[in-house]
């Protein structure tokens, strides 16, 4: 078996919004939507975005995603002058924490 990939799950609030994070502030795309369920890709990271209200997913906020990147220091740059919130230099989507 070769493994191709995979995907973070983050629970959040609001699919909309969070969807609207990714894609306007953090510069992913659209992966797909299904229902309460979608993702969203950005080279080769993949994120799924989970709807809140099913007793057997994480809750909100309880996420975390590590992802390595180059020309790290010019993409946070670009960051900071957006409404994002900073979390001790990390930025952060309904309490979920990205780290760079």
Known sequence: ???ESSATVFTVKNLEESLDFYKNLLGFKED??????AGVKKGKLSIHLAQAGNEKMKPV???NVYIFCDEI??????LKLLP????SECP?????IISL
């Open 1 to 3: 078996m070769k493994v």
């Open 32 to 37: 797909f939507i299904v229902g309460n369920y």
């Open 61 to 63: 906020g309880t996420g």
């Open 73 to 78: 220091d010019t993409y946070f740059d670009q």
């Open 84 to 87: 994002v919130k900073v979390i």
């Open 92 to 96: 952060a989507s309904d309490g979920n």
